[in-house]
């Protein structure tokens, strides 16, 4: 069976028992209870989608769910997936393309990310303005899926200009601080070294983490509208003396559960 194949059997499952939706949203680590804000929910567990990856990453309880927020139909992903589980990128992926095929024309990025701007207070909400992919892989390596999008897609505007505008106008309207900022994509799962953390902030970046981009650069190459935003839950390796705990990034994530959940809102009320 092909992997478009694969991709097909996956979308025609859930269009059967959720139907549609213009809008997804996908969810990070200790971000997962936004999907407790849809209305007329429709839940299906990842295991039981045909081909899809499972997740095993702390903090993600591996649900797609369909409903309705604000009158539009939204699918949102509870929890992802990453290349350090041992998925391939057509795996990590494969959520966007069957999000393609179902005719999704908005994707909503999220995630935990450690702070490397040293002026982010951690906490924070980040709207990812550009981004970095150190990682040495890239989802869209191999034979072209025509299907979707073009050989050589242009990553100029791959975070939407219209909608990282959204953001901010919402973020100001409703007081709620949020950075902007590059945010570097390596594999993991370790966490970096205070070397390899100075070194990205010399090449610019803001925040780091071991998703996201892969997710961008497939949603661009199916042409949708692609906005991210980070929750910077720890401060990067080296910046604090201190060793980094996967729980704290979890537990950050539920203390901004509330402003987070704001921002989303607004951004999936103006689109």
């Known amino acids: 069976m092909t ?4 991709i097909d059997q996956a979308a025609e499952y859930i269009r059967r028992i959720c139907g549609g939706a213009e809008i997804a949203v996908v969810l990070g680590s200790g971000l997962g209870d936004y999907a407790e804000r849809l209305t007329d929910v429709k839940t299906i567990p990842y295991a039981d989608i045909p081909h899809f990856p499972v997740s095993t990453a702390e903090g993600h309880a591996g649900n797609w ?7 539009k139909r939204v699918y ?9 589980e041992g998925y391939s990128m057509e795996e990590v992926t494969m959520p966007v393309r069957v999000m393609a095929r179902l005719k999704v024309k908005t994707l909503l990025l999220t995630n935990a990310a450690g702070g490397v701007n040293t002026s982010f207070p951690q906490g924070c909400l980040m709207l ?23 050989r050589f897609p242009d990553m100029t505007y791959a975070l939407d200009p219209k909608l990282k505008q959204l953001a901010k106008e919402v973020a100001t309207r409703l007081e ?4 902007q900022g590059v945010y570097c994509w390596l594999s993991g799962p370790s966490y970096e070294t205070p070397s390899e953390i100075r070194a990205l902030r010399v090449l610019g970046v803001d925040a780091v983490g071991m998703s996201t981009v892969p997710e ?4 661009r190459h199916c042409g949708m509208r692609v906005m991210g935003v980070s929750c910077i839950t720890n401060m990067a390796a080296g910046i604090l003396d201190r060793e980094l705990d996967m729980y704290e990034v979890i537990e950050a994530g539920k203390r901004v559960k509330h402003i987070f959940a704001q921002l989303i809102d607004g951004v999936i009320k103006g689109i």
């Open 3 to 6: 992997y478009l194949e694969k």
């Open 65 to 71: 769910h369909a409903g309705t927020l604000f009158g």
């Open 76 to 84: 949102v992903m509870q929890g992802r997936f990453h290349a350090y």
């Open 128 to 150: 990812i303005d550009d981004v970095i992919n150190l990682s040495g892989r890239n989802p869209l390596i191999g034979p072209n899926l025509k299907e979707f999008g073009p």
């Open 176 to 179: 709620i601080p949020l950075q």
């Open 216 to 219: 961008i650069i497939v949603g």
